[in-house]
């Protein structure tokens, strides 16, 4: 089973990241093949809206560490895609990838992606109010389910600044561990 991890966060060894190392290792543990991939290690450019990808290939138009991420998410089996919550919705970094998820779909709108896909989202804030940003969490699912992945669990670790603090929520670190299991 080949893992995909996306890590949204600009901070290394952060409360997302905290999260996605113990489901990775979980899942390492059952013989899955990870790979974690740090949005912010790549020189990010946001979708040109040129709409190549639609009319003239089946891919982003665009030669970058964004459109080999897009190939390997084609190929992995499950997902964890995780980022802080910044002014009320992900980082930039995720929000990129987000938007570049549009050369997912073809002219019609039908994702290219096979089904049987299973994610896991996992979004870290400083608001102690689980519900405070839960729409925005809501229309990110509403992009990544779009695309012919299904999301088995969305886990939202709240009231966390200093970097690590998560793991002290042993509630949390505990739901992580059950959504590793299920994925």
Do not use: H, W
């Amino acid at each position: 089973m080949k893992v995909l991890a996306i890590s949204g966060s600009p901070r290394k060894q952060g409360n997302t990241e905290t999260l996605m190392a113990r489901m990775t290792e979980i899942l390492e543990q059952r013989g899955g093949e990870v790979e974690l991939v740090r949005l912010n290690d790549f020189p990010l450019q946001g979708c040109q809206a040129c709409k190549y990808c639609r009319t003239k290939g089946d891919a982003c138009v665009l030669d970058d560490p964004i459109s080999e991420l897009l190939t390997k998410l084609k190929q992995a089996d499950r997902i964890i895609i995780g980022a802080p919550n910044y002014m009320g919705t992900v980082s930039a970094q995720l929000k990129i990838l987000l938007d570049r998820m549009f050369s997912l779909k073809d002219s019609s709108r039908t994702p290219r992606l096979a089904p049987g896909k299973k994610a896991v989202l996992i979004f870290s804030q400083g608001n102690a109010n689980q519900e405070a940003y839960a729409d925005y969490y809501g229309s990110v699912q509403k992009i990544i389910e779009s695309n012919n992945i299904e999301v088995n669990d969305t886990i939202i670790a709240c009231g966390v600044e200093a970097p690590g603090a998560v793991a002290e929520k042993i509630e949390i670190m505990e739901q992580a561990e059950q959504a590793a299991a299920s994925l």
